[in-house]
């Protein structure tokens, strides 16, 4: 069975990862930050913990019921059901006791470098050698698992496969400025909402979540504004953005006034979320003659099944051309 670097430890990664190994590959995974989970992740401060990539997620797809359904059992997935102003047709289902959570569950097991940044992809022979930023390369592998943001493959897919580059290059993914912080007001009475008409496209109270530890009386907010305001407001300074995204979220849940505990902190999401109402590209792309695959939610919709789902194709088109 053919010896596997899979490139980003998002789910799809992960996933496809995992896969593999089932299936009897050698794998490693390399990530560029100091974690696995991807966008799903959930930022600790003193004050409290707070979701910043990822907000929930629901389920349609069987076999992603099933992954989710033991994720549950295991206490790393619990259903959510927030105070809303419209009731979902859906069921929604976050991390526990953080978005982090069902990423890290997803890596046990697995061979994980993080702080692995993958620079280059260079052919050797029938073999890959990977660049990695201010360490050594690594060699040997048949076949690369590239599971990482659109503009982020593209760079390391140019050499080897620019129509893949090139395709990947007309789905951007749009960026994401994100604010966290907490109050000992209630605010309001609801949990979660995405106000359309603001530059807010989404708000919740990250302590109605399942299995939060929030201090009694306190609240954790994650706001999230929308892509044309992140756009416009790009290089911003941070305090600037959260000075006027808090007064954004008072207008949104119609207040005077919102007095967070501390300066709340932002987040800068470059590569948020594919750019909606593109085609989508094939679920996933591999070249068995390359030994070279990609996956991740870039291909089609910025969904956490989706990224779970393209990465066990990815995986099961790997296998079957082993
Ligand atoms: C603000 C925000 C809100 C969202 N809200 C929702 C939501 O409510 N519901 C929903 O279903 N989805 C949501 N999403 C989308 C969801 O998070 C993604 O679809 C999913 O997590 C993508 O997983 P992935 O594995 O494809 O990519 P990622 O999670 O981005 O994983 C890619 C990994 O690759 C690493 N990496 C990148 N470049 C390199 C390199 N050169 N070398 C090594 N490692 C590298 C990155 O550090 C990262 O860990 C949201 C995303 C964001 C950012």
Sequence with gaps: MPRVAVIGAGLAGLTCAKQL?????????????????????????????YDHGAQYFTVRDPGFAAFIEQMCAQGAVAPWQPRLRQRSSEPWYVGTPGMSALGRAQAQGLEVRTQTRVTALVRQGSHWQLDVHEAQAIEGFDVVVVAIPNEQAQVLLQAHAAP???????????????????????????????????????????SSKPARAAPAGQHDWVVQATPAWTQAQLEAAPETVAQSLIEAFARAIDVAQVAPIEQPSVHRWLYARRTPGLPALEPTR?????????????????????????????????????
């Design 21 to 49: 190994q089932t299936q009897g590959c050698e794998v490693v995974v390399l990530e560029k930050s100091r974690g696995a989970g991807g966008r799903l992740s959930t930022r600790r401060t003193a004050q409290a913990q």
């Design 164 to 206: 893949w580059a090139d395709a990947l290059a007309l789905a951007p993914m749009l960026p994401c400025w994100t604010m966290m912080f907490s109050t000992a007001q209630e605010l309001c009475a609801f949990d979660a909402d995405t106000p359309s008409d603001s530059a807010i496209g989404w708000w919740a109270r990250n």
């Design 286 to 322: 591999c070249s068995s003659a390359l030994g070279l695959g990609v996956c991740g939610d870039g291909l089609s919709h910025s969904r956490v099944e989706q990224a779970y789902l393209s990465g066990l194709t990815l995986a099961q088109q790997i296998a079957a051309q082993a």
